[in-house]
Nanobody, 124 residues
Framework: VQLQASGGGLVQAGGSLTLSCAAS???????VGWFRQAPGLEREFVAR????????AYADSVKGRFTASRDKAKNTAYLQMKSLKPEDTAVYYC???????????????????WGQGTQVTVSS
């Protein structure tokens, strides 16, 4: 399974970006998680979406600004990011946990497949 994340870039504070995560080799199932890692910090949970139901969950730091979604026909997950702040600057990763249970869906160690990451830089 290969996950391809794209859509990162440089944006001014208050701007928007939409990240995409496409899977090849298998159809998404279970949970698709979005994580980010800033320099010197641990990888942190941002959002996740249950592929079947579409139910989502978000970190408090992004709630109300980020929206996770998926397009089953395209086998692609998305993370729409609005009202971006400089503290959102990080490498963003998508991950797939086909066999995850709900209680593990915030834990990056429980995800089996990872994309290569895409840089998001928010300037002040």
């Amino acid at each position: 399974v290969q996950l391809q994340a794209s859509g990162g870039g440089l944006v001014q504070a208050g701007g928007s970006l939409t990240l995409s995560c496409a899977a090849s080799g298998r159809t998404f199932s279970g949970y698709v998680g979005w994580f980010r890692q800033a320099p010197g910090l641990e990888r942190e949970f941002v959002a996740r979406i249950n592929w079947s139901s579409g139910y989502t969950a978000y970190a408090d730091s992004v709630k109300g600004r980020f929206t996770a979604s998926r397009d089953k026909a395209k086998n692609t997950a998305y993370l729409q990011m609005k009202s971006l702040k400089p503290e959102d600057t990080a490498v963003y990763y998508c991950a797939l946990g086909p066999r995850l249970i709900l209680s593990d869906s915030h834990n990056p160690q429980r995800y089996d497949y990872w994309g290569q990451g895409t840089q998001v830089t928010v300037s002040s």
